[in-house]
């Protein structure tokens, strides 16, 4: 089993930066991608970005320049800067692996005006 556990939500006004991370725990494979999704007040879970165990990365379009994603070993990580009020939402990270996939249970980012 896998264990996904998101850390460093939090309340931020506009303009600042926050950092999140998720451990991946249990049975990982060697070739995986993590990635953070998020889900905002009435809208769709949608992806924010994701990187390969090799480090590539893919980001939303609308993100680029302002969310940068990270990982080292089993531990995912999205740097957020110049956070607008749009941005919150609730942070899913999650690992695909083995036509898998485990989600975390999610952490509030709440960006106040």
């Known amino acids: 089993q896998v264990q996904m556990v998101e850390s460093g939500g939090g309340l931020v006004q506009a303009g600042e930066s926050l950092r999140l991370s998720c451990v991946a725990s249990g049975n990982i494979a060697s070739t995986n991608v993590m990635a953070w999704y998020r889900q905002g007040p009435g809208n769709q879970r949608e992806l924010v970005a994701a990187i390969t165990s090799s480090g590539y990365t893919n980001y939303a379009d609308s993100l680029k320049g302002r969310f940068t994603i990270s990982r080292d070993k089993n531990t995912v990580s999205l740097e957020m800067n110049s956070l607008k009020p749009e941005d919150t939402a609730v942070y899913y990270c999650?690992?695909?692996?083995?036509?898998?996939?485990?989600w975390g249970q999610g952490t509030q980012v709440t960006v106040s005006s």
């Open positions: 999650n690992l695909n692996q083995r036509g898998r996939t485990t």
